[in-house]
């Protein structure tokens, strides 16, 4: 069963120090990949995890 995140799990799965980083990757899509159930902004574990598997990859 897929597990969905919100912007504040995301930001205390990672340890962040504000919720408005999260928020901010969003506008910059810089961050893992999101999407909108009704006007809730949820995040997929799944792609949270590949996301940050690939930002653990040496650059070219």
């Known amino acids: 069963m897929p597990v ?4 504040e799990e995301l930001a205390d799965l ?3 120090p504000s ?4 928020y901010q990757w ?16 949820r ?3 799944a792609d949270v995890q ?3 598997a690939h930002q653990q990859e040496p650059a070219a």
Request: aromatic share 12%; net charge positive; charged share 25%.
């Open 19 to 22: 919720v408005e980083t999260v």
């Open 43 to 45: 995040y997929d574990l």
């Open 4 to 7: 969905y995140l919100t912007p």
């Open 14 to 16: 990672l340890r962040l």
């Open 50 to 52: 590949a996301w940050i």
């Open 26 to 41: 969003r506008r910059k899509h810089t961050g893992p990949r999101g999407f909108r159930a009704g006007r809730h902004l």
